[in-house]
């Protein structure tokens, strides 16, 4: 049982890494789009949002995008892998980029909510220990080395 649970934890770490990576380069790339007068003003009128109305907004990406993940694994299921696939990983990144956009604006009332400043803090150290035991794993310092020796190629072509 302790294998199973220490297999599942590092499959959900790689899951967090995929996030953290997108978090902020997305949620940036989001508030760009916020100069936008239309989305400026929406982003204003969501950050005076109550704490519950804030959850709830908080949550909608999530339900918002449960049907297409439905929909991706029909594709799949059909035999059309390549399309379920590309699907959702779109997925994915938009709704990164969405979550992460509106826990920016949202956090200071989400906060608010004891239960959830609690198990957001649980959930920090918890995701912490987790990137930690990745990055010291032996395939993420490969992974590392390799990326660094790319970069170092790409900066010396013309």
């Known amino acids: 049982m302790r294998w199973l ?3 599942f934890g590092f499959l959900v770490a790689l899951v967090i890494l995929f996030e953290e990576w997108g978090w902020e380069p997305l949620q940036a790339a989001l508030g760009r789009l916020a100069r936008w007068p239309l989305l400026a003003w929406l982003e204003r009128q969501l950050q005076r949002l109550p704490p519950y109305a804030a ?5 909608l990406p999530a339900l918002a995008l449960l049907p ?3 929909g ?14 590309l699907l959702i990983v779109a997925t994915k ?3 990164t980029a ?8 949202l956090q200071p ?3 608010q909510l004891g239960w959830f400043a609690r198990g957001h ?3 920090t150290v918890w995701k912490a220990r987790w990137m930690n035991r990745v990055r010291a794993s032996a395939t993420w310092r490969a992974a590392t080395r390799t990326l660094r020796q790319v970069r170092r190629r790409l900066r010396h072509i013309p």
Do not use: E
């Open 93 to 95: 990144l938009i709704g």
């Open 121 to 123: 803090a649980r959930w």
């Open 109 to 111: 009332a989400l906060m």
């Open 5 to 7: 649970r220490q297999a």
């Open 68 to 70: 297409v993940k439905l």
């Open 55 to 59: 959850l709830a907004v908080f949550a």
């Open 72 to 85: 991706a694994l029909a594709l799949i299921s059909s035999g059309h892998a390549l399309g379920g696939l």
């Open 98 to 105: 969405i979550v992460a956009r509106l826990f920016a604006l």
